[in-house]
């Protein structure tokens, strides 16, 4: 009897021995095995193959919300070094292999392979089906090193006021594309810069010792720097516009701009009217106390710049005297009486020997464009010896 028991025994012991599985790394995959995981397969099984060749198993991964799948494949490794092998997040999860370590986010380990000069000496799986914070996850880490294409669409606000900066004086940031402008500093005392979009004229508070750009909608001909003694100082500013920007404190008895091209090429206001520098054209004849003199032409003058008759002077040295003015464009001609007066009868002298006058009534036109020839006409004349007919200017330079 006991000589049956223990048969019994031992053929017990043998077939639960029989029965479990042996523990190995190198045991052959079959889908079978999926049941001892609980029904989820890892994939990516890392094995080597001949020389550098690492073999991978197919797999499945959630790469920052999207299934990809691998169908298996082979990676090369790097002779004579520690491979770290792992699914690319930045690139959509690819099988991926460098000689550095591991990447700190967007990053799934599969494994570290150590290799000789030929062939690959040692594997150690890394598959894990826990993360936290690693891999191809769709939120930021803390240090937000893992952005990419970043949308945003809200204020970034410091806790307080001027407590945090954008870049630093050692890390600055590079080019930098604002849509609508800058501004630093509101209040008195305080620099500040103002870049609105191209061709959209800013609409600005009162700053001092500010900067204003103004992008126009074609290459700009005119840049000015605003009166240092106004509320709005030390500005430059440039428009193509004809028309400068302005903003609170900017006046037209506070604000000129010096004008490098276009129809006012010397100083501006604030309101786009030109701060006209005065010039005179003097058409003399005869000699104080000579003989009297005949009518006739006084003279011609070329003017090179844009300006406006704003006045006229006669100066004699006795009697009376009739005058009008000849204008003609840029050409190869003088203006005649005939075909290029500007005047409706001529001013006079008829009392005195000095007249001073700003009265335009008798003008047909008071532009003068660049480059036109300009004339003087004594029309009548009675005891006049000597004559100083002065057009008076305000020209744009």
């Not at 040692?122 to 089906?129: L, N, V």
Request: aromatic share 8%.
């Amino acid at each position: 009897m006991k000589q049956v028991l223990a048969v019994i025994f031992s053929l017990t012991v043998a077939i639960a021995a029989a029965a479990q599985q042996p523990a190995t790394q190198n045991a052959p995959i079959f889908a079978t095995n999926a049941q001892w995981v609980q029904g989820i397969g890892i994939g990516y099984w890392p094995t080597p193959g001949s020389g550098l060749t690492l073999n991978v198993a197919a797999g499945t991964a959630n790469c920052a919300g999207t299934r990809v799948a691998y169908a298996g494949g082979t990676l090369t490794m790097t002779a004579s070094a520690t491979n770290y092998v792992y699914l690319d997040g930045t690139s959509s999860c690819v099988l991926a292999q460098n000689t550095t370590g591991y990447p700190s986010t967007n990053a799934i380990f599969i494994a570290t392979v150590v290799t000789s000069g030929s062939a690959i000496t040692g594997i150690t799986d890394d598959r894990t089906m826990f993360f936290i914070g690693n891999g191809a996850s769709s939120g930021a880490n803390t240090a937000l090193s893992n952005l990419s294409s970043v949308a945003i669409n809200t204020n970034l606000l410091c806790a307080s006021a001027g407590s945090c900066n954008l870049g630093s004086s050692s890390i600055p940031f590079g080019t930098g594309y604002f849509g609508s402008g800058v501004q630093t500093g509101l209040g008195s005392g305080v620099a500040g810069y103002w870049a609105p979009a191209q061709g959209t004229a800013p609409t600005l508070s009162s700053f001092t010792h500010s900067v204003v750009h103004y992008a126009p909608t074609s290459v700009p001909t005119k840049f000015g720097m605003v009166d240092p003694t106004a509320d709005f100082t030390g500005a430059l500013w440039y428009t193509d516009s004809g028309h400068i920007m302005t903003p609170g404190a900017m006046t037209a008895a506070n604000v000129v701009g010096l004008w490098a091209s276009g129809s006012c090429s010397g100083l501006l206001k604030s309101d786009g009217t030109c701060i006209s520098t005065v010039h005179a054209l003097s058409f003399q004849a005869g000699t104080p106390g000579g003989s009297a003199l005949s009518t006739g032409v006084l003279g011609y003058f070329t003017v090179p710049i844009g300006c406006a008759i704003t006045g006229w002077d006669i100066e004699v040295d006795a009697g009376t005297a009739t005058v009008k003015t000849l204008k003609v464009a840029s050409g190869t001609s003088i203006p005649t009486l005939g075909s290029n007066s500007i005047s409706t009868s001529g001013v006079s002298i008829s009392t005195g020997t000095v007249i001073q006058s700003t009265t335009l009534t008798d003008f047909t036109t008071t532009t003068v464009t660049a480059n036109d020839i300009v004339g003087a006409d004594m029309i009548t004349t009675s005891g006049v010896g000597y004559i100083n007919f002065q057009l008076v200017l305000g020209c744009s330079q």
